[in-house]
């Protein structure tokens, strides 16, 4: 449920269509994901925890939250994944998943912002083993997270389908604690709210 995220993210401290492109860097293919504006859903708490399951609700102001595109280029060396959101602010907890599923295994890619500071981790398989990765970076732009995976980290993979979702909170006129927070959710390629289970939906994108 989407009511344990905070406290997972917290602990650690840590349907748009699909366009194929030739265009991008050299010897990469490119793979776009348009998501739909404004489709941003948050976690109402108290009907959540007296249903027992999660219930959301439309939260089209959650700009931070609101994936509009997502650009993939899996070229020989690099999966370079660039996630542009309606206006990328300061929140109270900021997550940025990814899940890629290669012809090998699965992997997840976390990116967690607070302030001026970024942490990029990279895991594998289901059970999600952390794994050591040198050259894996996020850069922080205008309204953008562009993410940069080195294919050795990845098994150097001929191909990957790639699931992207954005998490984040905020605390609601700057005071209070994580029980306040405004919990909101995006997916990419999704419109509204399926299920807070992170799906690998894409294409295969081949290397180079």
């Known amino acids: 449920m989407l009511l344990h995220l905070p406290a997972r993210l917290l602990g650690a401290l840590l349907s748009a269509g699909l366009l194929l492109a030739a265009a991008g860097p050299a010897h990469a293919e490119r793979v776009v994901v348009r998501d739909a504006s404004h489709d941003v859903v948050t976690l109402d708490l108290e009907a959540s925890e007296a249903a027992s399951h ?3 609700v439309p939260a089209s102001g959650e700009a931070t939250t609101d994936i509009t595109r997502v650009v993939v280029d899996h070229g020989d060396d690099a999966l370079r994944v660039v996630v542009h959101v309606r206006s990328l602010r300061d929140a109270y907890y900021d997550l940025t998943m990814l899940q890629l599923r290669s012809q090998q295994r699965l992997w997840g890619v976390t990116v967690q912002r607070s302030g001026d500071q970024t942490w990029t981790a990279l895991s594998r398989g289901h059970r999600e083993s952390s794994r050591t990765c040198g050259g894996l970076v996020t850069e922080v732009g205008q309204d953008r997270l562009a993410i940069t995976v080195p294919t050795t980290c990845l098994e150097d993979p001929r191909w990957v389908r790639v699931g992207v979702a954005r998490f984040t909170g905020r ?11 405004v919990i909101a959710w995006d997916e990419a390629g999704v419109t509204g709210f399926e299920d807070d289970i992170l799906e690998v939906r894409g294409p295969k994108i081949h290397r180079g």
């Open 171 to 181: 605390i609601p006129g700057g005071s209070g604690t994580e029980d306040d927070a």
């Open 54 to 56: 999660d219930v959301v």
